[in-house]
T-cell receptor, first 112, second 111 residues
Framework: SQTIHQWPATLVQPVGSPLSLECTVE??????LYWYRQAAGRGLQLLFY??????ISSEVPQNLSASRPQDRQFILSSKKLLLSDSGFYLC???????????FGPGTRLTVT | GQQVMQIPQYQHVQEGEDFTTYCNSS?????IQWYKQRPGGHPVFLIQLVKSGEVKKQKRLTFQFGEAKKNSSLHITATQTTDVGTYFCAGFSGNTGKLIFGQGTTLQVKP
């Protein structure tokens, strides 16, 4: 069966510090991968998606970047965090675009 | 661009009452998906509707897809405290190739 992992589960970082969040998927090949951000009590904002290694599409111009160095690994990064980067970051995968998405447990990021 | 609107944003009900959330898209959808996010958790896929006018049931949950494939609803009969959470609809557009999430409806159930 397929599983999706995210780490860390929680993170507190000072403004201006770098960020690296990792997401890995097991049990499937060539998944579509997604990064979402959810502000407290709000909906899901799509940040990046990837249909293959090295292929990244950005949905919203911002202080973040994403990379996909391996088929089942998706990384979200920032060189300098802003207060507005605080939120709940969710990674998700699907086999094809129209299919249901499976979400990881998420990372709660607080920028202080 | 494509938008998916969901109402209401919040709903408080007494246990045993019914609950409905509505989802409307600005464009025709290839499919509509529904997810549930428990407090502190991550969204979990519930169901996908593909056909015009489709109705699917999962125990006390009834999902409908409109005839024009631009709107959908989720109805919960006789709510229970385990139904608490945020329900999201998400519409997939074949034109854009993107799944767009609604803002969600947060359900609170008073025992």
């Amino acid at each position: 069966s397929q599983t999706i992992h995210q780490w860390p589960a929680t993170l507190v970082q000072p403004v201006g510090s770098p960020l690296s969040l990792e997401c890995t998927v097991e049990g499937t090949s060539n998944p579509n991968l997604y990064w979402y951000r959810q502000a407290a009590g709000r909906g899901l904002q799509l940040l990046f998606y990837s249909v293959g290694i090295g292929q990244i599409s950005s949905e919203v111009p911002q202080n973040l970047s994403a990379s996909r160095p391996q088929d089942r690994q998706f990384i979200l990064s920032s060189k300098k965090l802003l207060l507005s980067d605080s939120g709940f970051y969710l990674c998700a995968w699907t086999l094809t675009g129209p299919d249901e998405q499976y979400f990881g447990p998420g990372t709660r990021l607080t920028v202080t | 661009g494509q938008q998916v609107m969901q109402i209401p944003q919040y709903q408080h009900v007494q246990e045993g009452e019914d609950f409905t959330t509505y989802c409307n898209s600005s464009t025709t959808l290839s499919n509509i998906q529904w997810y549930k996010q428990r407090p502190g958790g991550h969204p979990v896929f519930l169901i996908q509707l593909v056909k015009s006018g489709e109705v699917k049931k999962q125990k006390r949950l009834t999902f409908q897809f409109g005839e024009a494939k631009k709107n959908s609803s989720l109805h919960i009969t006789a709510t229970q405290t385990t139904d608490v959470g945020t329900y999201f609809c998400a519409g997939f557009s074949g034109n854009t190739g993107k799944l767009i999430f609604g803002q969600g409806t947060t359900l609170q159930v008073k025992p």
